[in-house]
């Protein structure tokens, strides 16, 4: 179970934190996304709250994956405890690798 885990936040973290960045695979979608939501909602990024879950924060959309994920993995033997579990450690993860990747990126 937390190798599972682990290879959901690790494909999340990936997702929202690198290949987002500009010039990266989904840097324009994510541009756009910020810009949209300028324009449309007339705020910045950071107040709109449906975008963090979806691809601004590693930690949200780690938190997310881990959420939905372990019910499609595990719904034949769902365990509320262990659901709660596999959530937490996904964004426990997902706090590490931010933090080692933003340290090999200085």
């Keep these: 179970m937390e190798y ?15 290949l987002t960045e ?29 975008l963090k879950p979806l691809i601004s924060c590693a930690l949200c ?3 997310q994956w881990c959420f ?5 993995i595990y719904h034949r033997s769902y365990n509320v405890f262990e659901h709660l579990y596999f959530t937490a450690l996904g964004i426990f993860l997902a706090a590490l690798l931010r933090k080692l990747y933003l340290w090999t990126k200085i």
């Design 22 to 50: 500009p010039g990266m695979l989904l840097g324009g979608l994510y541009q756009r996304l910020q810009n949209w939501t300028l324009t449309k909602y007339n705020q910045y990024p950071e107040q709109v709250f449906w």
């Design 61 to 63: 959309v780690a938190g």
């Design 68 to 72: 939905w994920g372990y019910l499609i």
């Design 4 to 18: 599972a885990a682990f290879c959901i936040t690790l494909v999340a973290v990936v997702y929202s934190l690198v």
